[in-house]
Each structure stands twice: as structure tokens, then as C-alpha cells.
């Protein structure tokens, strides 16, 4: 892996950047945060794992986006199922507007197979504190039709795949040494929240080195869903399209700002909504 970029917050580096992957296009090459730490070290973000290589850290993946699999792995064939095909595109940085210790700024484009642009993304990341347990991490996306017309996200869920894969859009794939528990304000479990429009999702983990933490997720933007696994892979997803196609209308930007609070120790639903003041 190449041009690893940090964020920092207090001197203290609590994410890693990977700008430019050196992965297969099956793969889903992207820019993605990994390791992603809360303040006292402990590590909340996998990336590579042997279930689903493409799973990123935490990243902006969508698996149809006009035809082009920008999420790596199988596609989902309404019909046919789970299938390989020679669809992968990539995301790739195309320059840099500004980079600071606690925030990074830059220009991306959304190609498929071929290399033509679908969406252009300006994206920025910063790292601000949230006391002396906890940081909030922002990404903050506008993505554009890069080909003069409008351009349609698809998820397996909206391409015809049962059982709430409504996934792709923000992802964040955790790292827990058992099932982690999940929850919003008015429900808990996987079953209960995935597909859910809950203006906040907390999931709560123990790191495999044995630190605890919670990671609170806001920022659905409209017809956004909370994808959520917890049983098979720890994972959490602002769902762009789950159950029907989004669009990125040309000349009218999509604008998403995705808020995650990374905090050390484990959070009972109670004491979330105090904790969600924005810095």
C-alpha cells in the first residue's frame, strides 16, 4: 500500500489514509481510512479480511453504479445471483485541494472498466475531539455526473437479492472478537436496524487486543438506510440505494456528510444522545 496519508487529533494519530491501493480490480481499489483508533489506541477497522477482501476499512463503495461493480467482489445478477464479472471499475484520487494534520481534502473520480469517469467526488475528512475519550471523525462527499446525464446507484438489494443487501454508499467494516451488539434509540439488534432510517446507530464492540469501544454513526441523507451485520462480519453501512436505485442527476450534486464518534469504552443507548453534541 501506498501514499498513506494521517489524521491527528491532539499529535496523536487516530487514522491512517490509504490514498492509492495496490490492489487487484476485483477488489474494488479505493481510497479507504485504515487503521482507524480511537483515542487510547484501540484498533476499530478492519480491511482485507479473509470473508470479504474488498472490505475496506471505512469507505465510499457502491457495487452498480451504471453497470460498473465500484464495491469489488461478485455482482448480484437479478436472476442469476451472485456472479463474476469483468465489471470492476475504480476510485481513484485525482488531486489534492488541502491536507493538515487534522483534516484532508481532495478530488476524486468514480471510472468504470474502461477508465471513463461516471461520477466526479470532492471529499473531505477531518478529525476534531469529542473530550478526552472520544473523537468525531466527518467525511463530507459531493459527487457529480461526470457523463452529461444522469447516473443510477444500485445495491444487490435493488437489483433483485432478498433479505435487506441493500448495501453500498459509506461502509465501515469494524473489527470485533465476537458479535458486536448494535442499536438506535428505539431498537437493538441486526434484524431490528438494518433498513432503518434512525438518525443515529451505535455499534459496540471489543477489539481482538482486548480494548472496548463504541462507534456511533450519523449522517443518513434522504432515502439513505442504516445496512447492518453483525452475525456473519461486523460491519455498517449509509446505504445509498437499499431497497430502490438512487440518482446522481446531471448538473444537480449529491452532497453527503457522513458523522461517526469513535469513543473508547462501551456506550449504553442511554448515554448516546448526550454524547452526539456536535464539536
Do not use: I, Q
Not at 483508533?37 to 480491511?47: K, L, N, W
Not at 446522481?248 to 456506550?267: C, F, K, Q, S, W
Request: charged content about 20%; hydrophobic content about 40%.
Amino acid at each position: 500500500m501506498t501514499d498513506a496519508e494521517r489524521l491527528t487529533v491532539a499529535g496523536v494519530e487516530v487514522a491512517r489514509y490509504v490514498l492509492r491501493p495496490d490492489l487487484e480490480p476485483r477488489h474494488g481499489p479505493r481510497p479507504y481510512l485504515h487503521p482507524v483508533r480511537t483515542r487510547a489506541g484501540t484498533p476499530v477497522t478492519d480491511a482485507l479480511p479473509a470473508d470479504h477482501v474488498w472490505h475496506l476499512g471505512a469507505s465510499l463503495a457502491v457495487p452498480d453504479v451504471d453497470g460498473a461493480n465500484l464495491w469489488g467482489g461478485r455482482t448480484y445478477v437479478r436472476g442469476g445471483g451472485y456472479t463474476w464479472r469483468d465489471d470492476h471499475g475504480v476510485v481513484a484520487h485525482t488531486g489534492w485541494r488541502e491536507r493538515a494534520a487534522d483534516r484532508l481534502d481532495h478530488d476524486l473520480a468514480w471510472r468504470d472498466r474502461a477508465g471513463r469517469p461516471l461520477l466526479r467526488e470532492h471529499r473531505r475528512l477531518t478529525a476534531a475531539p469529542a473530550g478526552d475519550d472520544a473523537w468525531w471523525l466527518t467525511v463530507s462527499s459531493t459527487l457529480t455526473s461526470a457523463t452529461g446525464a444522469d447516473v443510477h446507484l444500485g445495491s444487490p438489494g435493488t437489483n433483485g437479492r432478498p433479505g435487506g443487501a441493500g448495501y453500498g454508499g459509506f461502509f465501515w467494516r469494524a473489527v470485533t472478537d465476537a458479535e458486536p451488539d448494535v442499536f438506535t434509540g428505539e431498537a437493538s439488534g441486526e434484524e431490528a436496524v438494518n433498513g432503518s432510517a434512525a438518525p443515529w446507530l451505535a455499534l459496540v464492540g471489543t477489539a481482538p487486543g482486548g480494548g472496548s469501544y463504541t462507534l456511533v454513526f450519523t449522517g443518513l441523507g434522504p432515502g439513505d438506510r442504516w445496512f447492518v451485520r453483525t452475525a456473519m462480519y461486523p460491519g455498517v453501512c449509509v446505504a445509498y440505494a437499499f431497497d430502490r436505485p438512487a440518482v446522481v442527476a446531471a448538473g444537480t450534486p449529491r452532497r453527503n456528510r457522513h458523522r461517526v464518534l469513535v469513543v473508547d469504552g462501551h456506550l449504553d443507548p442511554a448515554a448516546v444522545p448526550a454524547r452526539l453534541v456536535s464539536p
